[in-house]
């Protein structure tokens, strides 16, 4: 069973536009929230987070949402640049002694110029 | 070298084969991680060490035995893999456990 689950496996973004990735989860014990990036041949880079005392966190082009009621968060890219496009995955903390992020299965991004 | 360094990058072994994966970090971080990334499925989990102890084993098989000997290297030696062990294994570092991790850029591995 998929606690963190990245619906859409891609998204096709013209350059300058936003750019919105999802992420759902099922488990209420989550209460921080990590989007990482990850470029072909490697490593996934942290890229934003977001605590569930907080609904939005912003970083220069990148916000990521949270609604914790619906158990979503959401990370929005503004403008859009090529250099953007990566697979992105969300992952999910629930603090406490346990130490294991869980991971979404990853959105490939492709910024078009 | 700075963050966090694997080697090899690229692995091809048989199934009757021993080799091992080594990770080092140069972050001065406390936790270590080892994840296996296999197609069309999220980053799973294998182990977590924090202060060289190893504080989370995700039911990893046997034939998978992480070493950490020091906080800036971790190893996962691999024996008897099996085909579907084929994968991207990654190594990540935070401060402490549950913080942001940095990763590594992974070991391609592939079993014949």
């Known amino acids: 069973d998929q606690q963190v689950k990245q619906n859409s496996p891609s998204l096709s973004v013209q350059e300058g536009r936003i750019s919105i990735l999802n992420c759902d989860y099922t488990?209420?014990?989550?209460?921080?929230f990590l989007w990482y990036k990850k470029y072909p041949a490697e490593g996934p880079t942290f890229l934003i987070s977001?605590?569930?005392?907080?609904d939005k966190n912003e970083d220069g082009r990148f916000t990521v949402f949270l609604n914790k009621s619906a158990k979503h968060l959401s990370l929005h890219i503004v403008p859009s640049q090529p250099g953007d496009s990566a697979v992105y995955f969300c992952?999910?903390?629930?603090?406490?002694?346990?130490?294991?992020?869980?991971f979404g299965k990853g959105t490939l991004l492709t910024v078009n110029p | 070298e700075t963050g966090v360094t694997q080697t090899p990058r690229h692995l091809v072994m048989g199934m009757t084969n021993k080799k091992s994966l080594k990770c080092e970090q140069h972050?001065?971080?406390?936790?270590m991680y080892w994840y296996k990334q296999s197609a069309k499925k999220p980053l799973e989990l294998m182990f977590v060490?924090?202060?060289?102890?190893?504080?989370e084993n995700n039911s990893v098989p046997s034939r998978f035995s992480p070493e950490c000997p020091n906080s800036s290297h971790l190893f996962l030696h691999l024996h008897t893999l099996q085909p579907e062990d084929s994968a991207l294994y990654l190594c990540?570092?935070?401060?402490?456990?549950?913080?942001?991790?940095?990763f590594g850029p992974g070991t391609r591995l592939t079993v014949t």
């Open positions: 990540a570092s935070s401060q402490v456990p549950g913080s942001e991790q940095y």
């Open positions: 488990n209420s014990m989550f209460d921080y």
């Open positions: 977001i605590s569930s005392i907080k």
């Open positions: 992952a999910a903390d629930s603090g406490g002694s346990n130490y294991k992020l869980t």
């Open positions: 972050l001065g971080h406390n936790a």
């Open positions: 060490y924090s202060l060289e102890e190893r504080v």
